[in-house]
């Protein structure tokens, strides 16, 4: 497990899952105008939804995940409609909300399934082989679907009037509204898909890490640094800082500590906000 | 009706309006004699009750005037805590000293913190302020063996075996504090506060060193958690590093808000009635934790001034202040 | 601060006076003196530099390269708060109320020392003194109001009203004027009079010529950021250089 193609592509696995909770922090604050500290909520739904849906309605595990995926984006459009929308101008209950929220999940979750951790079987099962190292073929999926998740939501930001519309809204709420763009809903939109996307982690990376109702605060951590040392505001500064970071982590993890990694972040994250708070690519627009 | 002069000053000061706005600290000695009489439980439930009052004052002070929202409060009485129980505990220096030493420490770390994030603006004051407790939660796990990683620190010498002792204690670190505050409010450093909120560049322009100001605030808000935060590591005896989870700023944060935030009393008062609630709720094990985020949710979406706010504004006769927390007011 | 001194040098000196954005040079080494007492006023198309320059003045933006001087030293550099605490104060083109205090209130920030914990009741000063200063710019009967509630012609005198607090000798005003009709412009131009008529040295931004130039007794034109024209009102009125400024080399000819 020590060689370079095992932390190379263990990095690209973690660069990945990083990612996709990056991307969605990054374009609900770009949209939506606002910190969801709940991100990691709808990661760890996606985990639990799909034991829901594949086990105990007994859906098979394909079926499950797809159903959570949509169950998941479900709850956060109602969650976007019906909690943050009326309150979304005043910042600091906003964040106070979101944190509750994503409480209030972690202890349904609990009840509904307990505390202990959860196994879900790999959807790919058994290994591959990849020079000459042996490697897990659920972090190949997890690397697959990750590449494929962002490149449709690529496509789909840049490609489509939906996702253009999306664009414009995060550059100019004012402007977008004023030609017509329906606003709410493209709140409503974009916390679907980062939902979504969220979960999609959460549940690839299951069979890997365990299921616990605590699983989604560190993928939590990791977005919010990501975000800011790739700049508030830039998609691609996002995607640059999650290979970084991931990178690093996995380098990290393997020649010193796995417990340091965190640590590391949180060091990365408070330099980059003294010293350029712009981050890699961020706009240099004071939101103070 | 104030006219100049040092002279009319001076008798205002002795008039009893003046005083009328500290009223609220008379409540201190009705809840002593009942935390005194009501029962041990009732005494251990109004020592955190207070706690929590002091942390949300201190937090109060700063945030809720200035509008910088110190994401990481909890910093401060978590360092008081861990260096009073380091000192005490693993040292054997005496609680009387090592108490003052706490808050020392929660002030140096104000001043750091201070110095190095009060320039930056906007949620980025927030996030960095953030990371402090979650990078020092991660300093005493990777110093496990001197700050006691996961377990904490045990055998911190307590001051008394009796808690309604302790209870007397506490509520005079929260009347000193809530005294303290509202006397800062309602001087010149609170009227300057809130100018830095509605417009640090125009406060600026009217002479304000506004990173002067904010400072100075910062360290007597860590001053005032730390006091709490020192005290209460020798009623519980122990120190955890549970107490600079993002969940003890937020916890502040949301009594503050139930309160009201800017009022001082508002968020003491909060903090009672929900560590009280957070109490009554242990009866239902199961759904207690999830009936109080879910409460927390409800309140915050349909009362999101606080629930205490006008009560407490009167009270502590404060002008009025903006919608809390929003973003009104700041661009037009 | 300082006393006010019988100065025989200029209130405000500037020596090509730059400031650059990243590849936009906002200001572009502007030079120029205001005499003790002066009324200037700084005219010059959108996006000329006008605000900036006064940004760079007041110290709300560093300099690129140049030196700013007030009544003989160097300020180049220093925070805002210590320009505004040495008698050169400045107003805001788009005015920001502190929410949640009123006017009163509002005005008695700018009374106030930089001393965090006061024992010796100054707010009770600033307090007393900002009746006055309301007393002088028309706002005495809206002392107790919110002030983000006032009307907009109240505004721009709170503003002004809040420079008076710091007991300029030079004040710098940016558009007082915008916003306002006809009336309002009476009200707040006999405000700036008053000023200008016991010896305080003013510089105006204004896009309202007609009412500014009543008031000034210089003019100097900025465009791109450089000074392109300085002189009395009449002669900047009738120079072509000016008019070609503001109406493009077309519209000039046009008029021609």
Known sequence: MQTLPTILLFGLATSGIYALMAVGVALIYGVGRIINFAHGAFYTLGAYLTYLYAVRFGLGWWAGAALAILSVAAIAIAFDRLLIEPIREREVIVWIMTFAFAFAVRELIVLTFGARPYSIPAFVPGSVSILGQAIAAQRLLVVAASVLALGFLWGFLYRTRTGKALRAVALNRTGAHLVGIPVQRAHAAVMAISAGLAALAGIVISPINVVTPDMGLEPLLMAFTIVIFGGIGSLKGSLLAALIVGYAGALVSFLWAPELVTFMALVVVFSVILVRPTGLFGLAVERA | MSSPGADSGRKERLRPEALQPYAPLLLLPVVALLGWFGGQPLTITLIYGATWATYAVGYDMFSGFSGRVNLGYAMFPATAAYTSAVLSARFGVPPLLSVPAGVGGAVLLGAAVGALTLRIKGIYFALSTAIVPLALFQLTHVFGKFFGGEEGIWGVPPFFSDPRLDLLVVLAILGAAVAFSLWYVRSKAGLILRGIQGSDLTAQALGVDTFRFLFVSLLCSAGIGGAAGAYLVHFQMLVAPEILHIVTTLQIITFTQVGGPGTIVGPAVGSFLLVILNEYLRAWTDLRLFAYFAVLVLLLRFSPEGLLAPAARALARLPRRPAAGGRQGKAT | ?256
């Open chain 3, 1 to 256: 601060m300082t006393p006010d001194g019988i100065g025989t040098g200029p209130a405000l000196a500037l020596q090509e006076v730059t400031k650059r954005f990243g590849g936009l040079t906002a200001v572009d080494g502007v030079s120029f003196s205001v005499g003790s007492g002066e009324v200037v006023g700084l005219i010059g198309p959108n996006g000329a530099g006008k605000t900036t320059l006064f940004n760079v003045i007041s110290g709300v933006e560093r300099v690129t390269a140049g030196r700013v001087f007030f009544r003989g030293e160097p300020i180049t550099g220093l925070p805002p708060y210590a320009i505004a605490r040495r008698g050169l104060a400045r107003t805001f083109q788009i005015v920001r109320p502190f929410p949640g205090l009123a006017v009163l209130e509002n005005l008695a920030v700018g009374g106030l020392s930089n001393r965090v914990l006061d024992f010796r009741g100054e707010l009770r000063e600033a307090r007393a003194r900002a009746r006055e200063v309301a007393e002088q710019v028309g706002l005495h009967t809206w002392l107790d109001r919110e002030a983000t509630t006032l009307p907009h012609g109240s505004l721009k005198r709170l503003e002004i009203g809040r420079a008076m607090m710091m007991r300029p000798s030079l004040l710098l005003l940016d558009e007082p004027f915008a916003g306002l009709g006809g009336h309002e412009v009476e009200e707040v131009a006999g405000v700036i009079a008053e000023l200008a008529a016991r010896g305080m040295t003013l510089i105006i931004i204004e896009h309202k010529l007609r009412a500014l130039m009543r008031l000034v007794r210089r003019v100097i034109v900025l465009n791109f950021g450089r000074v392109i024209a300085e002189g009395t009102p009449q002669d900047i009125a009738a120079s072509p250089v000016v008019r070609e400024a503001y109406l493009g080399e077309k519209g000039a000819a046009r008029l021609a």
